[in-house]
């Protein structure tokens, strides 16, 4: 027993007991930030394939090693930091609207992602070369959607800056 016994301490004592702590608070962290990213990337216009991709990675979030969980979170932490700073300088110096800015943002994730796997692969018992394995498909994946969805349209040659919009009303 973690918590003190009587009231508060009591109620504590079961909910650990019952896996709260170990399996609901995760899988609902999970859960909630994978459904977020989703609904921000607008990666799937449907909301219900949002929901259950979110409660799919929660879930196999909620089931994994404890200590690979937290190798990753602090990792996540160190990386989310660094990803802060660099968006405040590419938003100082690069429009956001040009394809540099989204290629940079894609690779800048890719990165963050590989770097946190490949710190977190022994706590989570990865073999190296499925670390690999999956390095090379993310980077490639994001290559072929980039490729994919690159836009037609004509960019400003110079991308530290956006265009000059057109006055309305002007044929």
């Known amino acids: 027993m973690v918590f003190q016994e009587g009231g508060l301490g009591t109620t504590l004592n079961f909910l650990e007991q019952a896996g709260f702590f170990s399996l609901v608070l995760p899988f609902l962290f999970l859960m909630v930030l994978v459904y ?8 799937f216009e449907d909301k219900r394939i949002n929901l259950y991709t979110a409660i799919v990675i929660g879930l ?7 200590s690979c969980i937290s190798s990753m979170m602090a990792w996540f932490g160190l990386f989310a930091g660094f990803f ?11 429009a956001k ?3 540099l800015y989204k290629v940079i943002m894609v690779y800048l994730i890719d990165a963050s992602f590989i770097a946190i796997i490949y710190q977190s692969q ?3 018992g990865i073999v190296p070369w499925v670390f690999w394995t999956i390095a090379i498909v993310l980077t ?19 991308p530290l800056r956006p265009k000059k919009p ?4 002007v044929d």
């Open 97 to 99: 609207e040009s394809n």
């Open 166 to 169: 057109e006055p309305a009303g």
């Open 140 to 158: 490639i994946g994001k290559t072929i959607y980039l490729l994919a969805t690159w836009s037609g349209k004509k960019e400003n040659k110079n």
């Open 60 to 66: 196999m979030g909620a089931l994994a090693n404890a």
């Open 84 to 94: 802060l700073v660099v968006l405040i300088f590419l938003g100082l110096f690069i």
């Open 36 to 43: 977020a990213l989703l609904e921000k990337s607008k990666m």
């Open 122 to 124: 022994t706590a989570c």
